[in-house]
């Protein structure tokens, strides 16, 4: 199954009561395998969670922990970016040269890099001078 199946798969499947609007994402990891995830809404709207958060929690369930790929799905014309905090969390899984893609429905609408999407990002290179119970 490719990775635009699998996010559309897995957007038929998202929880979005309030908004309507379902994502989809599905990731391939370095040894191959495929993970997916969908957004899940809450009535108290910051409770909920994204489509790329799921996919990145079923991938480190699985104990992988390397993003190769990854493909966002929804029904929009404009291509849809991961948010700032999917943002953060794909760069922990991933390399500055990993691919994420956007799609629509009918497929493909923006490729970009991690380091194109999250220039400066925050990284263990920021915690080499960091101790153990906060100290410097």
Not at 29 to 41: A, H, I, K, Q
Request: proline share 5%; glycine share 12%.
């Amino acid at each position: 199954m490719s990775l635009f199946d699998a996010a559309a798969a897995a957007r038929r499947n998202a929880y979005a009561p309030y908004s309507g609007f379902q994502v989809g994402a599905a990731l391939r990891t370095g040894s191959g395998r495929v993970f997916s995830g969908c957004n899940v809404e809450n009535v108290a709207y910051p409770e909920g969670t994204c489509a790329e958060a799921g996919a990145i929690a079923a991938m480190a369930l699985a104990g992988e922990r390397e993003i190769a790929e990854i493909w966002v799905i929804a029904d929009s014309d404009l291509p849809v970016s991961p948010c700032g905090g999917c943002r953060q969390k794909l760069a922990e899984f991933s390399s500055p040269g990993t691919i994420i893609v956007m799609a629509g429905l009918e497929g493909e609408k923006a490729r970009t890099t991690m380091a194109e999407l999250l220039p400066g990002s925050f990284s263990t290179d920021h915690m080499t001078r960091a101790t153990p119970g906060g100290g410097v």
